[in-house]
């Protein structure tokens, strides 16, 4: 079966669909805290409201996860680098949500922010693989997702033409510009455009709820002030993280809330310091507390979103040349909210779903579950990156990097597709590093573009391809390929000798951290377990992370096997 992972920065949502409906796997909870949390002592992983529930003061917790793999993909807690993190995080998910319900999954279909670059996307599919032990995965921009999350749900009056997204979500909030035909033959994202969580977002709208309401009548009923870790969330003890966690619940409760009626009664037991909060809370409180974060969505929409659809042709001296405003995500119901999208785009249709926050899930789960229409659907992006192929300057005895001419930024490519980007030859480039007789091949990534040539280190730059080319092979070209479906780059002559974290060293650490997981499958079924094999596996395990070059030595060989045959086992 195909399941359907929003993989949200604040929530995390999973369902299927079946029969034509969808089916939220999460149950009464509807979604799941992308939240982590480590203890240093241990070194045990937590996530979702496990990981939110505990209050030790040692405890790091990480509430957004998600962030990471944007702006800190080489983040590690403790021994665990971000891609396990991110493996556990979805192997929790397996076990917790997915098989309880007896789902046998053969694909999953995820959404992802399209300002995502290989490194991320690349890192995000092979967490799945391995949480799930199968290898089919599609990635999805998420706004497209969350199109064809709001046709199905609402097949009478699907949208098509030019339709701006604005999905609200509770860590950070995404803009983007899209087409659609009428028969959805066709769907292009043009642009998509992110606004950080301290710009505007749901989680910036419930901490002005906490600040402004419900600290003051905190302080007003029981005489006591809110510590001031709590109000700057800064140096925060576990205790602290768990109530600030709590707290922020109430605050989305309210604001929840008072979109269905005037007002609202909260009875928050054990607001802080063991003490409950109990008050009322008026529509037109809410809205005055929240003026400061609709301003700054005033202006992120003039100085940042109107001149990218000027570029587009969608905005002009008339006004805005839009046929929809989409207003989507768990934040997009806070009273106030809408009028004020609406003030802002004049003479254009604001929609807001029922269920704004599964559009994304629910457009997943119809793409997953091969939609008639969807199956046809002809899905194409921009792709806001450039790449950098890497030379050595031996003037100035430096590395820079030569921007490389196929226009992702401009071009619409089909997400299932391979293009080529360049190709290589020694004669054009005789100042790429030779080491004896191989060439060292090191492309970079970056979102905004620069000149031709610049220096190595800047801001927003990843390397995404490092490898040895024997300069044989180099003598009539390479041919370097853009392969979306995968997220990769790959060579004319097959697969890169080195894909982002394929390594051989990251292989076997794979292996090693899968070891414990793997024993307490075969403890579990005591035919299979032997102890004196289990601790000799894990000596093997040892020496073959000491020495990556597997194919050396029998033994290795035997080791890898063992490991795949449990790999088996465990699926079985």
């Given at each position: ?6 993989f949200?920065t ?8 079946k ?5 939220n ?21 937590y996530?979702?409201?496990d ?15 998600k ?12 021994p ?12 929790y998910?397996?076990?917790?949500y ?27 599919i ?16 998420e ?5 064809m ?17 604005i ?11 899209f ?10 994202l043009?642009?998509?455009m ?23 009548a905190y302080?007003?009923e ?12 800064k140096?925060l003890?576990g205790k ?31 607001f802080?310091?063991s003490?409950s909060?109990?008050?009322v809370i ?5 809205i005055q ?13 003039t100085?940042q979103?109107?001149?990218?659809a ?19 995500g768990?934040a ?7 009028e004020?999208?609406?003030?802002l ?5 604001v929609?807001?779903?029922?269920e ?6 629910m457009?997943l789960g ?6 008639r229409?969807?199956?046809l ?5 921009i ?22 001419t196929f ?23 005789p ?11 090191r ?11 610049i220096?190595?280190?800047?801001s927003g730059?990843?390397?995404i ?22 997220s ?8 890169a ?10 292989l ?15 403890e ?31 033994r ?14 465990k699926?079985?």
């Open positions: 079966m195909s399941l359907a992972i929003d949200g604040s929530r995390t949502k999973i369902g299927i669909v029969a034509g409906l969808f089916v796997l999460v149950d009464e909870a509807a979604s799941i805290p992308s939240m982590i949390a480590y203890n240093p002592g241990s070194e045990n992983l996530f979702g409201f990981a939110a529930s505990l209050q030790e003061d040692h405890i790091i917790k990480i509430p957004y996860l962030l990471a793999l944007k702006r800190n993909p080489s983040f590690t807690l403790g665990y680098n971000l891609e396990q993190i991110l493996a556990s995080f979805f192997h998910i397996n076990v917790k997915i098989r309880p319900k007896n789902i046998s999954t053969s694909k999953i279909i995820t959404g992802i922010p399209n300002y995502f670059g290989l490194r991320a996307r690349g890192m995000l092979r967490a799945l693989q391995q949480a799930f032990t199968i290898t089919d995965i599609e990635l999805l921009p706004p497209i997702a969350a199109l999350g709001y046709n199905f749900s609402h097949p009478r009056s699907k949208l098509s033409g030019d339709i701006l997204s999905d609200l979500g509770g860590g950070t909030s995404d803009f983007s510009f087409t659609v035909d009428e028969d959805e033959n066709e769907i292009i043009e642009s998509q992110q606004a950080g969580h301290d710009a505007f977002s749901g989680s910036e709208m419930d901490r002005f709820i906490l600040r402004n309401v419900l600290f003051p302080a007003m029981t005489g006591q002030e809110i510590p001031l870790p709590l109000i700057t969330e140096n003890q602290d993280s768990y109530y600030l966690y709590r707290m922020l619940e109430t605050a989305e409760k309210v604001k929840l809330e008072l979109d269905k009626r005037r007002e609202c009664y909260i009875h928050a037991v054990d802080f310091a003490v909060l109990r008050m008026s529509v037109e409180t809410l507390s929240l003026k400061p974060v609709f301003r700054r969505l005033d202006d992120y929409i100085q979103l109107t001149p990218r000027q570029k587009l042709g969608l905005y002009n001296h008339q006004g805005w040349q839009l046929d929809y405003v989409l207003l989507l768990g997009a119901l806070t009273p106030g909210l809408k004020r999208v609406e003030q785009f004049p003479e254009v249709p929609i807001t779903p029922a704004p926050e599964l559009n994304v899930v457009g119809a793409k997953a579950g091969e939609d229409i969807y199956s659907t002809s899905i194409k992006t792709y806001p990156f450039v790449f950098f192929l890497e030379l050595f300057n031996p003037e100035q005895e430096a590395c820079l990097l030569h921007k490389l226009d992702t930024h401009n071009l619409e490519l089909d997400l299932s597709s391979r293009y080529k980007i360049f190709t290589l030859t020694l004669d054009q480039y100042s790429l590093f030779l080491e004896q007789d191989l060439v060292r091949l492309l970079w990534e970056a979102e905004n573009e620069g000149e031709t040539m220096s190595q280190r800047f730059q990843e390397v391809l490092d490898t040895g080319i024997p300069s044989k092979e180099m003598s009539s070209g390479v041919d370097i390929y853009l392969n979306l479906k995968e990769c780059l790959e060579l004319d002559f097959g697969p000798a080195i894909k982002p974290g394929h390594k051989a060293e990251d076997f650490f794979s292996l090693k951290n899968n070891y414990l997981d793997l024993v307490r499958f075969t579990n079924n005591p035919t299979l377990f032997q102890a004196d094999f289990a601790a000799d596996f894990a000596a093997r395990i040892e020496t073959v992370c000491q020495e990556p070059f597997f194919y050396r030595e029998h290795d060989i035997v080791a890898f096997k063992l490991y795949t045959l449990l790999q088996l086992l699926q079985a």
